[in-house]
């Protein structure tokens, strides 16, 4: 059976973007492969700057919106990352094997260091770090979303080259983890111009209430070819006819498709309908966060099992490696 693993920033609550994006998909994952584990990333965190109070409140809030979106305990395994030391232990070990030119390849780093005066060596380290994630549970699969496949990429480098190096068994020790892209690629924010994101401001969070969330996609921008309601429309080009390929039953997305493409309904109507669809799937994700806030000691439970579990891997895990390094 293979080995799922895949990790979250502790942005706090989700917003439907990754929602849809990753959580959802873990969700129906955990049922098929009942050794999932799910991370909070919270070391990832620290490359930016960052309150260390909110750093904590953003993490328990993941973990509960984590919980209320469906990931369940009794199925699969959830903790933070900091709360596993061997994280960081493997990271660095991975650090004396890694090339530095495969770092400074990497389309993320190059992207978020131009944009920085005083670049942190975290930033350019991040994939390793990422790497020991992944390989720390000789995880052999990962949901990822195509902007990770990369450095996904890089994970299988690092574990190819430790296996040549150190491995003393005729199988290498550890699997070069293969991407599960989600189905659901990419979720552009209401504005229509990038992808969906909190520092964007074009989100619509997870546990946001109903008029919370109708005033965000009343106003949300639509096919750009309808000024009038009476202009036809081209679904493919519109951002809320692919939340409602993600929200709505096929049926009701085809009508959208027809409707839309032939000005029978307008903008808001479409929207009307999108709204109602969320609900339906929003609400009881709502209802079950209020009742793990009501009850806190649910979701502090739900971390220390993981933790527990995670630490008793990893520690087997690098009781090989470092017997294997001449560590030990």
Not at 121 to 135: E, K, S
Not at 237 to 252: D, E, G, Q, R, T
Not at 276 to 284: G, I, K, S, T
């Amino acid at each position: 059976m293979a080995r799922i693993f895949s990790g979250i920033q502790p942005s706090g609550e989700l917003h439907i973007g990754n929602y849809l994006g990753a959580v959802k998909n873990w969700v129906q994952l955990q049922d098929q492969h009942p050794d999932a584990i799910f991370c909070i990333v919270d070391y990832h965190a620290l490359t930016g700057n960052y309150d260390p109070a909110a750093l904590r409140q953003r993490t328990r809030e993941m973990a509960v919106s984590l919980l209320a979106a469906g990931i369940d305990p009794a199925k699969a395994t959830l903790y933070a990352q900091s709360t596993v030391p061997q994280h960081t232990e493997l990271a660095w070990i991975f650090n004396t094997i890694t090339p530095l030119g495969e770092l400074e390849r990497q389309t993320q780093y190059k992207d978020k260091a131009s944009r920085q005066e005083s670049v942190v060596v975290g930033l350019l380290t991040y994939p390793v770090l990422q790497a020991a994630d992944i390989l720390l549970y000789r995880a052999d699969t990962v949901p990822v979303g195509e902007d990770q496949v990369q450095h996904l990429e890089l994970s299988r480098e690092v574990a190819r080259k430790w296996n040549l190096r150190f491995a003393l068994e005729d199988a290498p020790y550890f699997p070069e983890p293969q991407p599960l892209l989600t189905p659901t690629r990419r979720i552009m924010g209401l504005d229509g111009k990038a992808k969906m994101s909190k520092s964007m401001g074009n989100t619509i969070g997870l546990l946001e209430s109903g008029d919370e969330i109708w005033a965000k996609l009343r106003p949300a921008v639509t096919d750009p070819a309808r000024v009038r309601k009476t202009d036809p429309g081209t679904p493919q080009v519109c951002n809320i006819y692919h939340l409602h390929k993600a929200f709505s039953p096929a049926p009701v997305v085809a009508e959208v498709a027809e409707k839309c493409s032939t000005a029978a309904w307008g903008c808001i109507a479409c929207k009307q309908v999108l709204f109602e669809h969320m609900e339906a799937e929003l609400v009881p994700i709502r209802r079950r966060a209020a009742e793990l806030r009501d009850q806190p000691d649910l979701a502090s439970e739900a971390l220390a099992a993981g933790t527990a579990r995670c630490r008793a891997i990893a520690a087997e895990t690098m009781t090989a490696v470092k017997s294997a390094m001449g560590l030990e």
